[in-house]
């Protein structure tokens, strides 16, 4: 690395923030609250005033399932989206999708249009409702050939339409699924509204069941499957970021000596905020109030230079979209701060990595939330009831969850100290357990008041103790209302484990339904039939609850004889796509076809490959490019200053110690690296060439990145080519 390059980092980082953004004023120059302009880049039919007040009842109607959505409805609506984007400063449109690659897409159409030799702007029914991408140049894993390309985009009416701002103009955005020509999901999108259908059916169907009215105009209509992703992240200097080919080319370090301080003092942890930091937040928080995102915390995460994000609860397809667009707006706004936002997993080795905790609820807006244990949840029968399912779907498809959270990225995250174990399990904390387990045991539990917090200081407020505590080490938490799925990775788009937990818990509500129906039909009262429920589905799940320390070795034991899978990489992970038995309840469900399955199985497989394989190459470019260079520059100092001290009849001891030391590092990197690169010659992209990256070659990279460090700690720093951690971590 340059000094020049250090020195503009450096310049970026203790420099007043002076950059200017948009705030919204009002026509006075105030800034205006929040709740003035959230929103604002939102399309909001019922503010149309296009439409008429029977058109936004139809559309209503529509979004309620309770109409179908008409070409005529259809016109309609699209001109008043038109008119409110053309307003606004838009030009073009684009259907926004996600396609397997786990990201977004978007391909931009101009309004423009020529009738009658005259220049328009245009936007038909057509147009909103589908579009053509070139379905053979996305992650199809094998479905499509490439003469195949036909595929379509189609709206999702349920998630909200919105503008993007950008330098020079504004975009029309259309939230989308992705489909091939067959009508397979190409997307993440299409199995995760499947899955949030299904839920709704069996949910409502168990509400009705079990408390609804036997008139048939108030039973019970849906469920709403609500979620929330916490979002972790990591901001670096672009500056120096740029000078570290392996964060530009994989997003995470491939190497680097720990630095003497880095978050075991555990003062970084909701501390003072950077005021270049606190600019970026602020900047990005204006962007995603514009678009309706409801962004609610901001604060310093553990590790030095991590940060987090936190949006208020939404339903789930809206959710999983937000999220996507929050990762966006990280990004974008990162770099007009000179900085750059990293999603990755674990970008540094030695300090935390990032998750993305997905907050996993159902609700009714009749029966509120299934979730929420009341006052009195010992005597909460439906809730304990539901509990009790939840745990069965883990029990029965907890490999899938894991499964679900697979990636190159989150392998190096999962069991590390501040994540959880790659073994899916659920904590429930002691109340909850104690209910439980009374319910198991066929016995009354008495109930137990958790009363205040003695804090020996009058002049404090009185705390009310929580029912239950928080565990960290745990990949499924019970958090009061919620579960939540802290195992989720930072990049990953959440709609993949949110579509399998959706199956998961749909699965055993169907059966639960079945058994319901039958015992009240024969006798039993609601109350004792969900009590019997609850008792039979917790015995039999029970080993997925585990309240103690997720990271210890003991509980990786005791997990192994409770027969819990213990998937630990995602070679491991991944073939359970595979097996068609294990997924037969997807399929029963509707959620996948066999062939969207196997379409799965392929691209992850060969993604997972194919990162790897980066990282690898990426690796071995700088091996021979910096560090080799940079190392055997050094030794010919070293060699020049001990034959000049011999000259002189002086002892080199010292100096001679450290070009051994140094010399047998560097030989035993090249012996590697050769080793690697041998590794890399004729490596495909199927399931065993993922199992020999996970147990043979990514081992070995971890090795050479520990010889690395020894050489970054031991080559005068003048020589090192690379931005340290010292220079990425901290320099803000």
């Known amino acids: ?27 006075n120059g105030n800034p205006l609250r929040v709740s003035e302009y959230y929103g604002e880049n939102v399309f909001d039919y019922q503010k149309s005033e296009i439409l008429t007040k029977q058109d936004k009842q139809d559309i209503a109607d529509v979004l309620d399932n309770k109409k179908d959505l008409t070409k005529e409805m259809a016109e309609k609506f699209a001109n008043a989206v038109l008119n409110w984007a053309t307003s606004k400063g838009a030009t073009h449109f684009t259907h926004w999708f996600q396609p397997l690659t786990g990201s977004t897409a978007e391909k931009h159409d101009a309004f423009l249009s020529i009738e009658n030799g005259k220049p328009i702007e245009k936007l038909s029914a057509s147009q909103l409702i589908q579009g053509e991408p070139d379905a053979s140049s996305f992650p199809h894993g094998g479905s499509r050939s490439t003469f195949e390309a036909r595929g379509y985009t189609s709206w999702d009416f349920t998630s909200p339409i919105f503008l993007r701002s950008h330098e020079n103009g504004k975009t029309l955005t259309i939230p989308t ?66 000078e570290r080919p392996d964060l530009v080319m994989g997003g995470r370090t491939l190497f680097g000596a720990s630095t003497s301080r880095n978050q075991q003092l555990e003062d970084h942890y909701f501390g003072t905020i950077p005021e270049r930091v606190m600019a970026f937040m602020q900047e990005v928080e204006v962007e995603l109030y514009r678009l309706g995102i409801p962004a609610k915390t901001r604060h ?17 397809n809206v959710a999983v979209d937000q999220n996507q667009m929050i990762m966006s707006v990280l990004q974008s706004v990162a770099t007009k701060h000179e900085m750059v936002c990293l999603l990755h997993e674990k970008p540094f080795g030695g300090i935390n990595g990032s998750g993305k905790h997905l907050n996993w609820s ?32 883990l029990n029965k498809y907890g490999g899938h969850l894991r499964t679900a959270i697979a990636s190159h990225s989150n392998d190096h995250r999962l069991g590390a100290n501040e994540a959880p174990p790659s073994i899916i399990s659920a904590f429930l904390g002691d109340t909850l357990t104690k209910i ?135 070679a491991d992970a991944l073939k359970l796509i595979a097996d068609s038995d294990a997924n037969n309840f997807l399929v029963k469900l ?66 001679t110690a450290v070009l051994n030391g140094i010399n047998d590092k560097l030989n035993e990197l090249f012996d590697k690296t ?31 990145a520990e010889v ?23 320099v803000k």
């Open 436 to 570: 439980l387990d009374a319910y198991g045991a066929g016995e009354k539990y008495t109930e137990e008041n958790p009363g205040f917090l003695d804090l020996g200081a009058e002049q404090l407020a009185r705390l009310v103790r929580d029912n239950t505590d928080r565990n960290r080490t745990s990949p499924f938490a019970f958090t009061g209302n919620k579960f939540e799925f802290r195992a989720v990775g930072s990049s990953q788009n959440v709609g993949i484990p949110l579509t399998v937990l959706n199956a998961a818990v749909t699965d055993v509500f169907n059966d639960v339904n079945e058994r319901l129906e039958k015992d009240i039909a024969g006798g039993m009262s609601v109350d004792d039939a969900l009590i019997a429920v609850t008792k039979d589905l917790y015995n039999g799940a029970k080993h997925v609850v585990f309240n103690g320390d997720g990271y210890s070795q003991e509980w990786q034991d005791e997990a192994a004889k409770r027969g819990l899978p213990n998937l630990k990489t995602s």
């Open 708 to 730: 690395i460090g020894y050489l970054e700690e031991n080559v005068s720093e003048d020589l090192w080519p690379l931005p340290t951690y010292y220079d990425l971590l901290f």
């Open 590 to 655: 509707g959620v996948y076809t066999p062939t969207e399955l196997k379409t799965r199985y392929n691209v992850r497989v060969e993604r997972y490959c194919k990162h790897r394989e980066i990282e690898f190459k990426t690796l071995v470019n700088m091996i021979h490019k910096d560090i080799i260079p940079a190392t055997i520059q050094y030794k010919a100092m070293l060699a020049s200053a001990i034959d000049d001290q011999k000259d002189c009849k002086i002892d080199p001891k010292v100096d």
């Open 1 to 27: 690395m340059t000094k020049a390059v250090r020195a503009q980092a450096m310049l970026n980082a203790f420099k007043i923030p002076t950059r200017e953004f948009n705030v919204p004023k009002d026509v």
């Open 177 to 242: 699924a992705f489909v091939s020509y067959t009508g397979d999901a190409l997307d993440t999108k299409t199995p995760m509204l499947r899955s949030c259908s299904q839920l709704s059916k069996a949910a409502t169907k168990f509400l009705n069941i079990t408390g609804g009215s036997k008139r048939a105009d108030d039973e019970f209509k849906s469920v709403d499957v609500s979620c929330g992703c916490e979002q972790e992240y990591f901001l670096i200097d672009k500056a120096l970021y740029f």
């Open 362 to 393: 159902i609700t009714n807006p009749k029966a509120g939330n299934l979730l929420d244990p009341s006052d009195t949840p010992h005597t909460n029968y439906r809730f304990l009831a539901v509990v009790s399912i939840i745990l069965e779907a």
């Open 674 to 704: 050769s080793k690697l690169n041998k590794g890399l010659e004729n490596l495909g992209e199927d399931i065993a060439d993922a199992e020999k990256i996970a147990n043979e070659l990514l081992p070995l990279s971890e090795e050479i």
């Open 300 to 316: 310093n995460e553990v590790a030095p230079g991590q940060f987090e994000l936190a949006p208020i609860f939404d339903k789930a």
